[in-house]
Structures are given as C-alpha cells and as structure tokens.
C-alpha cells in the first residue's frame, strides 16, 4: 500500500511570499495525485488534480508539479485567505484514496 | 450543480449503532462512487471506504474493514455510513465525497460530526 507523507508539518511565510509544499510517496506512483485546502470548519477544497491541473475556479496562484514519488504544490505569491491545511492524495489505486498527514500553512 | 448534503450531528454513547447519511443531487446517482472520509478533531483526513450506487458493491481501507458499513438507497439518491458498535474512538467528523470520471473527489458534502461519549 502506497503512503504519503508531507514536509513540513508547519510551514510560515509572509503574505505576499511564495509558499512550496512537498509531498512523497513510499513508491512511484501514476499522476493520480491532487491537492486539497481545508481550513477550520469547513470541508476539504479540491485545488488540483491530475498532478497539476487546477480545479474549477482556483486561482492562477496556486501550481502543482512532480512525478514518481515527489510532488510540489506552490502557492506564488500568499494572500490572506490561503493560510490553511494543505492536503495531498493518490487516487485510483487500491484498494481506494490515500492522503498525506497534512501540512499546515501559517501566518509568519 | 452537485450538491451532497450530509444529516446532522449525532451523540451516542458506547456501544450503541448509528446510521449517517449522504444525500446526492445534481447528477446521476448512478455514475459516480460514494467515498466516506473521516477526520478525527484536529488530525488528518482518512479515506475509510466506498461504494457503487449501481450494484452497493464496496470496498474498505484495511483501517476500517469490519467496523463500519456502506450501503445505498438507489431511489433517493442517499448513501449510508453505519455502525452495529460505536467505539470512544469513533468520535470524529466524516464527510461523504463523490469522484470526477478520472478519480479524484470533487465533491464534498458539508460533514457529519458524531462524538461518542458516556
């Protein structure tokens, strides 16, 4: 079973900076890895899919990158309302969904 | 629009079952799988299971193989979460989530919260 884990737990930045989230599989996998937002309260936000395609509506700001077992989300330039939890997820393998543990993106 | 509206939040204590629910709307209830993902408070998200609103055939992460169980109601477009025995650890938000044809979940519902408690 493939597991996901994300650096850093707990990443600072200043708004207006840019933000780099990495996330790594124990094998390689397909480009069935997505990126999701959540913050308090509220339900997991699908940000990208496929690697690197953004869902409807995200903003330009938001990238993902990768392949085999090393994925990037970056963030280019930090607005007040993207400091959340950041989540990555391989999809479509078996026997369903794994997620990374999470990294939490804060104000600096 | 897809819309996945979840039933309110629920205390039990020990040992007693519960059934939560997920209702679909906006599509065809048929055409996408139903994920059930838990999130304990203030930890991560775990997918724990799903199912195909064409046949109820599901499937199960090893975590949660066992303890919990899927079903559907075709006719109202509704999936289930049940549990025969709620466990303290039980305690948790779980929300139902629907996949695009390529795999990844779109879809979210708003969350169920169920605290398990004596």
């Known amino acids: 079973e493939v597991v996901m884990t994300q650096s850093p737990a707990t990443l600072s930045v200043s708004p207006g900076e840019r933000a780099t989230l990495s996330c790594r599989a124990s094998?390689?996998?397909?480009?069935?890895l997505a990126w999701f937002q959540q913050k308090p309260g509220q339900a997991p936000r699908l940000l990208i899919y496929?690697?690197?395609t953004r869902a409807t509506g995200v903003p330009a700001r938001f990238s993902g990158s990768g392949s085999g077992t090393e994925f990037t989300l970056t963030i280019s330039s930090l607005q007040s309302e993207d400091f959340a939890v950041y989540y990555c997820?391989?999809?479509?393998?078996?026997?369903?969904?794994?997620f990374g543990p999470g990294t939490k993106l804060e104000i600096k | 629009e897809v819309l996945l509206a979840q039933s309110g939040a629920e205390v039990k204590k020990p040992g007693e079952s519960l059934t939560i629910s997920c209702k679909a709307s906006?599509?065809?209830?048929?055409?996408?799988?139903i994920n059930w993902v838990r999130q304990v408070p203030g930890k991560g998200l775990e997918w724990m299971g799903r199912?195909?609103?064409?046949?109820?055939?599901?499937n199960f992460s090893p975590s949660f193989q066992g303890h919990v169980t899927i079903s559907v109601d075709k006719s109202s477009g509704i999936a289930y979460l049940h549990w025969s025995i709620l466990e303290a650890s039980d305690t948790a938000i779980y929300y139902c989530?629907?996949?695009?044809?390529?795999?990844?979940?779109?879809?979210w519902g708003q969350g169920t919260l169920v605290i398990v408690s004596s």
């Open positions: 989530a629907r996949p695009e044809r390529e795999g990844h979940l779109r879809d």
């Open positions: 496929g690697t690197s």
């Open positions: 199912i195909d609103p064409t046949d109820s055939y599901s």
């Open positions: 906006g599509y065809s209830f048929t055409d996408s799988w």
């Open positions: 997820q391989h999809y479509n393998n078996w026997p369903g969904y794994t």
């Open positions: 094998q390689t996998i397909s480009s069935n």
